[in-house]
């Protein structure tokens, strides 16, 4: 039994996030189907996380068990001709076999795209949130310095999430634009449910003037949901990377 690390691209936005459920197509479901069809065998994939309905992944990892004698190497040609255009397989390869996508992950790397044009983009509106108003950036930026740090990030998580232990470290924020398209870049050793999308909608009311830079240390302090902005639409955020040792 062979344990293969799969590296993943796709396109969320026709599926209702990654983890099989009753609602509608994923990505899990569609990804096991397509191994089922190469392999013969039923495999359950273990993904480095689960994204939600509308949210897309530049590098997704997950790994899976199989008898199968196909080349490590060859798994993502052969499901990528099985695989609907929406989702790709960059890598494959064998991995050792105590590997696990989600507990041998050391970090996260999520992106953020924002939209700034004078009217909504009809190319990039599952790929980005668009805000008409202008945001003052600079603000944006110096409200994101104060999240950085190793902190108790309760206030960002959903409401009703069952995790106990909210504290994570969030290594670094960083901003790219061209044109009239920003992105935001978060790294850090994890995030909780909504964490991104909830620190992405207060840094937009920073943005916006609806609060001041120095209110994020208080929502930080809060730990209560409800002190914090609103979730930011799923459309803009990127699972980009997931860190190995």
């Avoid at 805000?131 to 998580?157: N, Y």
Wanted: charged share 25%; net charge positive.
């Amino acid at each position: 039994m062979r344990n293969i690390k799969l590296i993943m691209a796709y396109d969320g936005s026709s599926y209702y996030g990654f983890q099989v459920q009753k609602q509608g197509p994923t990505i899990q479901e569609v990804l096991e189907k397509a191994l089922r069809e190469l392999t013969g065998e039923r495999i359950r994939v273990t993904p480095a996380g689960r994204t939600d309905a509308g949210v897309h992944a530049l590098g997704q990892v997950v790994n899976f068990r199989t008898e199968s004698s196909i080349p490590p190497e060859r798994f993502a040609p052969a499901l990528n001709t099985c695989l609907p255009r929406d989702i790709r397989i960059k890598l494959s390869r064998e991995v050792p076999d105590d590997f696990h996508a989600r507990y041998d992950a050391i970090g996260k790397v999520y992106t953020y795209r924002i939209y700034q044009g004078p009217y909504p983009s009809p190319f990039l509106r599952n790929y980005a949130h668009f805000v008409p108003k202008p945001l003052d950036w600079g603000k944006i930026l110096e409200a994101a310095a104060i999240l950085q740090g190793r902190h108790d990030f309760k206030s960002f998580q959903a409401a009703g999430s069952k995790v106990k232990d909210t504290v994570r470290t969030l290594n670094r924020v960083e901003l790219a634009r061209r044109g009239p398209l920003y992105q935001l870049t978060f790294v850090g050793d994890g995030f909780l449910y909504h964490q991104v999308r909830n620190m992405v909608g207060t840094l937009l009311e920073v943005g916006a003037g609806r609060l001041q830079p120095d209110d994020v240390e208080g929502i930080l302090k809060a730990r209560r949901r409800e002190c914090a902005g609103p979730t930011a639409p799923a459309a803009g955020l990127f699972l980009s990377r997931v860190l190995y040792p």
